[in-house]
T-cell receptor, first 115, second 112 residues
Framework: EPEVTQTPSHQVTQMGQEVILRCVPI?????FYWYRQILGQKVEFLVS????????KSEIFDDQFSVERPDGSNFTLKIRSTKLEDSAMYFC?????????????FGAGTRLSVL | DQQVKQNSPSLSVQEGRISILNCDYT??????FLWYKKYPAEGPTFLIS?????DKNEDGRFTVFLNKSAKHLSLHIVPSQPGDSAVYFC???????????FGKGTKLSVKP
């Protein structure tokens, strides 16, 4: 069964460093998303990506964040200068949305620890 | 800003009995509602959905009920099995770009 793959599973970084979180969405999906979950809190939407551009972003997704689909398979989230409060579980999701409920398929997540 | 509320952080049920997970939402414009479950060290997994124009959807042991006037939905699992032990998220959608809004989740424990 196709699945969304995220790497690495755990990333440790120093405050101020850049990190890139990687995702391989399901191959025939058209919509791509990043969410995050800070420990003990809700899963929060960060950004959606469709047709090679950002279609929507939340208030969390400020200038420190960027997304890219560099080739036909990868979808990346870059945090330019990490802060302590960026420590969270980051989930990538994808969907083939043609109307009705947008059922998104999630990866297992990347745990980001900023020290 | 809690658009989706799951007021019970945890629920414990005996194997074979019914599990009822509840959810309230604030915005009557949501188009559809979903339930996801999550095991530790895994991402959320889609379970079942319901359109805002329906009041019930059933899939095997899982049934979701929607009460639009009360802005309330519930997930029934019957019979509950130990493998159902997970965190269940009530999720709503309907924005033009399809992003999902999650509740805080309810941790279900099904005891043998």
């Amino acid at each position: 069964e196709p699945e969304v793959t995220q790497t690495p599973s755990h990333q440790v970084t120093q405050m101020g460093q850049e990190v890139i979180l990687r995702c391989v969405p399901i191959s025939n999906h058209l919509y791509f998303y990043w969410y995050r979950q800070i420990l003990g809190q809700k899963v929060e939407f960060l950004v959606s990506f469709y047709n090679n551009e950002i279609s929507e972003k939340s208030e969390i997704f400020d200038d420190q964040f960027s997304v890219e689909r560099p080739d036909g398979s990868n979808f990346t989230l870059k945090i330019r200068s990490t802060k302590l409060e960026d420590s969270a579980m980051y989930f990538c999701a994808s969907s083939f949305w043609s109307g009705g409920a947008n059922i998104q398929y999630f990866g297992a997540g990347t745990r980001l620890s900023v020290l | 800003d809690q658009q989706v509320k799951q007021n019970s952080p945890s629920l414990s049920v005996q194997e074979g009995r019914i599990s009822i997970l509840n959810c309230d939402y604030t915005n009557s414009m949501f188009d559809y509602f979903l339930w996801y479950k999550k095991y530790p060290a895994e991402g959320p997994t889609f379970l079942i959905s319901i359109s805002s124009i329906k009041d019930k959807n059933e899939d095997g042991r899982f049934t979701v009920f929607l009460n639009k006037s009360a802005k309330h939905l519930s997930l029934h699992i019957v019979p509950s099995q130990p493998g159902d032990s997970a965190v269940y998220f009530c999720v709503v959608g309907g924005g033009s770009q399809g992003n999902l809004i999650f509740g805080k989740g309810t941790k279900l424990s099904v005891k043998p």
